[in-house]
């Protein structure tokens, strides 16, 4: 943008300064033909002098034109307006991995969990559970539901909403991994995640598990997977601080992993799981 600005700037003075030059051109013919006629008035008489300036005029005719010095078409407004967006939309474009879409794959739901229509926000149920049909796919004592997309490679981003919550799991699980019966949340069983447990603290789901130094109460995770590298990093997606840190070499496909956790009949843990989208 700043580049842009000097280009404009040195245009409009290139134009300012040749407008310049020939509104000076035409100020000298102006001030010759007015010493002409001084020059003729002193030496004629007043009938053979306005004769003369008859002649002079169409001898200027022509060589006069309006030079307008006014720059009210300069572009000030293309460095004005909502600039830091306008160029924050234009990085967006090549920025990768941008915060991806997710969806939750309902097939995988628990009984107990409720998904919004858009598939992009998980919640315990205190009701009946749902009479949905069982299958090897779905979730039975879990309260767990996988996103719709398998990773295989590349390199991927998003970001979930943990605000008000005191219990929940978050990350990634081999697409084959187990999804009945009790299960242990753990990489050798094909779960990479971290975990709020007891209100308000943060463990990574290793074996045993590695307690988070998390200062103040996370809104909002990012999860960063290089799927080639073996990486699995977690963020506070508010200041991007880092998390924790999983290396491993992935046996097959991964899906992203949600579990809101259980409710509470006293108001606890009663928010959703959201996924954050961002759209342009």
């Not at 971290?194 to 598990?209: F, K, L």
């Amino acid at each position: 943008m700043l580049e842009e600005l000097e280009a404009d700037t040195a245009r409009t003075l290139t134009d300012i300064e040749q407008k310049v030059q020939r509104y000076s051109q035409q100020l000298r013919k102006v001030q010759e033909g007015a010493q002409i006629l001084q020059e003729r008035l002193a030496e004629t008489d007043r009938h053979t002098f306005l004769a003369g300036v008859a002649s002079l005029s169409e001898r200027l005719k022509g060589k006069i034109h309006e030079t307008n010095l006014t720059y009210e078409d300069f572009p000030t407004s293309k460095y004005t307006g909502p600039l830091q967006y306008t160029i924050w939309k234009s990085l967006f474009q090549d920025i990768h991995p941008v915060p991806a879409a997710l969806t939750l794959d309902p097939g995988t739901a628990h009984q107990r969990l409720i998904l919004s229509d858009d598939c992009t926000i998980v919640a315990y149920g205190n009701l009946h559970p749902q009479p949905l049909q069982d299958s090897p796919k779905r979730f039975d004592v879990e309260v767990s539901v996988l996103g719709s997309e398998a990773f295989s490679g590349g390199v991927h981003y998003w970001e979930v909403v943990v605000a008000e919550k005191t219990q929940w799991v978050i990350g990634l699980a081999h697409e084959a991994a187990s999804r009945k019966g009790s299960i242990q949340i753990q990489p050798s069983r094909g779960f990479y995640c971290i975990v709020m447990h007891d209100g308000n603290q943060y463990s990574a789901c290793t074996e045993p598990w590695t307690r988070l130094n998390v200062r103040d109460k996370l809104d909002k995770v990012g999860v960063f997977l290089d799927y080639d590298q073996g990486l699995l990093i977690f963020y506070n997606a508010d200041d991007m601080s880092w998390l924790y840190t999983f290396r491993e070499k992935f046996p097959g496909k991964l899906c992203s992993y949600f579990s809101p956790g259980q409710s509470h009949a006293n108001g606890k843990n009663v928010q959703p799981l959201r996924i954050n989208t961002v759209r342009i």
